[in-house]
Each structure stands twice: as structure tokens, then as C-alpha cells.
């Protein structure tokens, strides 16, 4: 492709500081960016930034459905604008195409949390996508034959990879099943991390029946909705549940803003779920805690590998919220991909090297 007609894609992407991955000509993602429709990949904060001026400019505000009840779920649309959220808002189930103003708009799945999805849109003949938060294998589908693929950099340099991924989950399950037989275990995430660990449990045949707090139950009750195969949850503060925290054979989850208050007195077993940890995928922080790297982003191999397999004219490293964007886009122009990190300078003679 050449340099000018590299340029005329660019007219059709962008990403604001404010984190807004800008589509097409009427689409902003995971930011508010005055665009027409606003999409929502998931519900971590980091991508639900200005949902609030969206929900007001926007004519339409597309997202997963799993991910539109989380929303109204977790109480991140509050007073006025739950009632316009709720007109506004479009449900599109993953892989349904629809258009608005002549853009093509498809939701395409990502392995994350529950609800989280990629967004592929098409203008003016040309395909481009963003990536949101992924993590590959599962759910996750490669777009193939981009123009332009805007991809996530949260662990984007290369220190940043986990040997260890294959084997975490059955790691974790091991742990887990270990400390069950000293007594009940406290399982510490944030909300979607916690049901992917409750989905991991059941698949490799934990049956001990989950124990949580409202709002843990409540999100649990969303991921079942969607799909998650979760078998006997409780909600702690009922009759139920109750009896089951006295049986002391149990699980529990707990939100991360927990742990830190969490009892070091051998009533129970601690095990917090981090994405932060590289060198073990199982530490050990005092006599009834351990730390498991259980991650729901790609490490820097996996969102090499997805370049790779995608093979996208252009590349754009998201640079709007944390990550390590310039490394990673350093590791991809190696590797020969044009590729450019925005928000930035959009120049494009210097991906050419
Ligand atoms: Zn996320």
C-alpha cells in the first residue's frame, strides 16, 4: 500500500487522550469523542470514560447486551441519564452486522469479561477494527484482512509475558483445591475476573458450592444469563447462605478492595487473582495467601501473535489509557509492520524503515 493511500486510511481512525477510539466517520469507542454512536467493548472503567456526555451527544450507544446489564447492574448509569441510556441504547449480539449513516458496525467476540467484545467497522470499502481488551484463545476471534487494526498495549513490552499461560488455569484450580482441604477459601478479583475464575473452577470440577456478596452475586447472575456455567451460588446475606458459610466447606468471592482487609488467623485460606505477576504463576504472601497470575489481557507474546496472524495493512497501538504502546509498537515495526502509535503525530513516512 502506498504512503498516500496510507494516509487517506488515517482520515478514518484516531484515538483522543481521553482513551475515545475514533472509527469511521461517526463512531467513538470507549470515549467520548462528539461522534454520532457511541460502542462500549466492556465494563472496566477504563473503558466506560465519558459514557455520561455519550449517553447525551450520542444518537445511539451500541454494546453487548451481557454488557448493557452490567452497566445498569453495577450502577455505572445513574439518574438522568439511565432513562436516556435506555433509549438510546442498541443491543448487538456478537457477529450481527449493522450500519448507520452507510458505516458497517459488527461486534466481534474477545475473550475478557463477560459481555466484552472487538468492534469491526466498515467505510468507503475499507475494514478497520479495534481489539479492546483481549486475551487469545476462547472466545476470541482473530479479524483478518484489516486495513487498519488499533490494537490494546496494556502489557505491551516484552517483559511483560507469562511462560506459565497455558497452564495457569489448571495451576489455580490445583491451589484452590489444595487449600479446600484445610478449610473454606476466600477468592479475591474484580468484578468479570472473579466469574471467569467461578467458570474455571467448574470446568475442571470444583463443585463446592460459591458464597458471595450482593453485588458479586448480582454481576454472577448476568455472567449465568449469558451463558457461564456457574452451578450452586449464594448470596451471603440470605437464609442459604448462611447455612453454608457454617458449614465451612465453601468458596467465596470477594471484590479486590477486600483483600487488603483480609484475616490472617487461619480461618481462611486467601488466593488473589493479579495480572501483574510475570516470574511465578503462584506466590506465596504470607502463611494464608497466595497470589495467582491468573490475567484477562494478552501478554506481550499474545498481542504480537494476533498481529501476526491478523496481518493488517496498518497498525495502531493504543495509547489513550495504561499500557506500554512504544515499546510495543518498536517490536512490531521490527517485525516489519507500519505501525504507528496514537494519540501521536500521524506521520506516516516513518513507518517505513
Ligand atoms: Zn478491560
Not at 85 to 96: A, H, M, R, S
Not at 192 to 212: C, D, H, S, T, W
Not at 330 to 341: D, E, I, N, P, S
Request: aromatic share 12%.
Amino acid at each position: 500500500m502506498e504512503v498516500t493511500q496510507l494516509a487517506a486510511l488515517l482520515k478514518y481512525v484516531d484515538v483522543l487522550d481521553s482513551g475515545a477510539v475514533l472509527l469511521g466517520r461517526i463512531y467513538e469507542v470507549d470515549g467520548f469523542g462528539k461522534r454520532l454512536v457511541r460502542v462500549i467493548t466492556h465494563v472496566h472503567y477504563d473503558h466506560i470514560v465519558g459514557l455520561n456526555e455519550s449517553i447525551i451527544h450520542s444518537s445511539a450507544i451500541v454494546a453487548t447486551q451481557a454488557t448493557i446489564d452490567l452497566l445498569l447492574e453495577l450502577g455505572y448509569v445513574r439518574g438522568k441519564y439511565r432513562s436516556i441510556f435506555k433509549n438510546k441504547v442498541v443491543p448487538l449480539p456478537y457477529n450481527k452486522e449493522v450500519e448507520f449513516m452507510d458505516e458497517k458496525i459488527r461486534l466481534i467476540p474477545a475473550r475478557h469479561i463477560i459481555g466484552a467484545c472487538q468492534v469491526l467497522v466498515e467505510v468507503d470499502g475499507y475494514k478497520i477494527g479495534y481489539t479492546g481488551d483481549f486475551k487469545l484463545g476462547g472466545e476470541t476471534e482473530i479479524m483478518r484482512g484489516l486495513d487498519v487494526l488499533v490494537i490494546e498495549s496494556t502489557y505491551g513490552d516484552p517483559k511483560y509475558r507469562r511462560p506459565f499461560k497455558d497452564d495457569i488455569e489448571e495451576l489455580f484450580v490445583d491451589q484452590v483445591s489444595n487449600l479446600l482441604r484445610r478449610g473454606p477459601v476466600i477468592i479475591y478479583g474484580y468484578h468479570g475476573k472473579l466469574q471467569e475464575a467461578m467458570r474455571i473452577l467448574r470446568k475442571y470440577g470444583v463443585n463446592e458450592p460459591f458464597l458471595m456478596p450482593e453485588r458479586v452475586y448480582r454481576v454472577t447472575r448476568i455472567a449465568e444469563k449469558h451463558g457461564y456455567e456457574i452451578g450452586e451460588y449464594y448470596n451471603l446475606r440470605t437464609n442459604k447462605g448462611y447455612m453454608i458459610k457454617n458449614s465451612g466447606r465453601y468458596i467465596m468471592f470477594q471484590h479486590m478492595s477486600r483483600a487488603k482487609y483480609r484475616k490472617l488467623n487461619g480461618d481462611y485460606y486467601h488466593v488473589i487473582l493479579s495480572g501483574w505477576e510475570f516470574n511465578d504463576p503462584i506466590k506465596k504472601l504470607d502463611p494464608y495467601s497466595w497470589l495467582v497470575a491468573l490475567s484477562d489481557h494478552a501478554d506481550f507474546d499474545e498481542l504480537v501473535e494476533y498481529v501476526e496472524q491478523a496481518q493488517p495493512k496498518l497498525v495502531i497501538v493504543e495509547a489513550g489509557r495504561q499500557g506500554e504502546p512504544y515499546k510495543l509498537a518498536a517490536q512490531l515495526k521490527a517485525k516489519g509492520f507500519r505501525t504507528l502509535v496514537l494519540p501521536g503525530p500521524k506521520v506516516i513516512d516513518d513507518v517505513f524503515e
